[in-house]
Each structure stands twice: as structure tokens, then as C-alpha cells.
């Protein structure tokens, strides 16, 4: 890695000598026309070529890979910042983001409920519960509960502020509305036709 970056280095003060003449020698080469030549340089096909090769060594990767620690702590604290807090409330309020990300999780919740559903062990367990008296008769008791009634109200609730279901009946509104202007152009020909 230092032999690469060395010999491009040295291939640039090589270049910057030649182009520079006198400047070089009398100390007049400003930072930004030393800049501007190795820009210049480093865009030609040996440039590039060059820094290909470097970045290609295996000490330059292992640089470059970050720690995973580092990683994750950094994730971590991003996601639960303040300022991550705010932004995910604000992204979600907005309907379109909600649904996607809805849709998104969704297909990992229906494989995870599936796959309980054919677990045995959790089959058994949901049986029995349901199977015992005394989750019987509170069962019974909870559907007439006003506990209950809030509960289902809460849940229906819910459903409704549920962004794929807003997504459904918004686009169901829209069909209706799309078939209502059509049901009113074909009725309006029909009355100048007839």
C-alpha cells in the first residue's frame, strides 16, 4: 500500500516538476494550482488506474473495513436519538410512508403467525388454554364486560387508522368516484344522443 501510494506521490511531484519550471524552483507554486494539477492527474486513465490498484491491496481494505462495534454503536445511537424519534414520528404520519412500511413488515408477521400456527408445541399450549375453565368463564365474562366493548372499540378503531386499510378504502373511494363520473358522461350522451 505505501509502495502504491508512494510511486503516485512521487509520479505527481515528478509531473508537478516538469510542468512547474521556474515556479518550482523559486517557491511560487501556490496550493491551488498544485491542487488543481493533481486533480488533474489523478482523472487521467493512469490516475485512475493508479488508485484502483491501491485501493485493490488487501492492508488498504482492511483500513478502510469498519470496526463492527463502531458500527453498531453508532447505529444505536442514531436510531435512538432524539432527533431519529422525531423524524420516524414525522415519516410515518405521512400515509405513504406508513403503508409502505407496513406492507413491508407485513409479510414477516404473517410467516411468523403461520409458522406458530403449525408449531405443535404452540398449538398444544393455545389448545389448553382455551380448553381451561376457568379462561372459559373469564372469556365469557370479558365479552360483556364494558373492558371489552372498549377494547373492540379500540380495535376497530385501529383498523380504521391502520395505514393499509386508509390505503384499501382510499383507493376503493377512488374506483367508486372514477365509476360515478363515468356512470354521469354515459348518462349525459345517452340524454343529447336520444
Not at 444505536?76 to 407496513?102: C, H, N
Request: with cysteine; aromatic share 4%.
Amino acid at each position: 500500500m505505501r509502495k502504491g501510494v508512494f510511486l503516485l506521490l512521487a509520479g505527481t511531484m515528478l509531473f508537478i516538476t516538469a510542468c512547474g519550471g521556474n515556479e518550482m524552483e523559486t517557491g511560487q507554486l501556490d496550493y491551488d494550482q498544485t491542487k488543481k494539477m493533481v486533480v488533474d492527474i489523478l482523472q487521467t486513465d493512469d490516475g485512475k488506474k493508479a488508485v484502483k490498484d491501491i485501493m485493490k491491496d488487501d492492508q488498504v481494505k482492511q483500513q478502510l473495513v469498519m470496526d463492527q462495534a463502531v458500527v453498531t454503536k453508532t447505529i444505536e445511537q442514531t436510531l435512538a436519538s432524539k432527533k431519529a424519534e422525531d423524524f420516524w414520528r414525522k415519516s410515518l404520519q405521512d400515509p405513504k410512508i406508513a403503508e409502505a412500511m407496513a406492507k413491508g413488515m407485513q409479510k414477516q408477521q404473517e410467516e411468523l403467525l403461520k409458522s406458530l400456527m403449525k408449531d405443535p408445541e404452540y398449538q398444544k399450549m393455545m389448545i389448553d388454554i382455551i380448553k381451561d375453565p376457568a379462561v372459559q368463564k373469564e372469556l365469557a365474562e370479558g365479552f360483556k364486560s364494558q373492558e371489552f366493548r372498549e377494547h373492540l372499540r379500540n380495535v376497530v378503531t385501529e383498523t380504521i387508522e391502520s395505514p393499509l386499510y386508509q390505503a384499501k378504502i382510499q383507493s376503493i373511494l377512488m374506483k367508486a368516484a372514477e365509476d360515478k363520473k363515468g356512470r354521469e358522461k354515459k348518462d349525459k350522451e345517452q340524454d343529447g344522443g336520444g
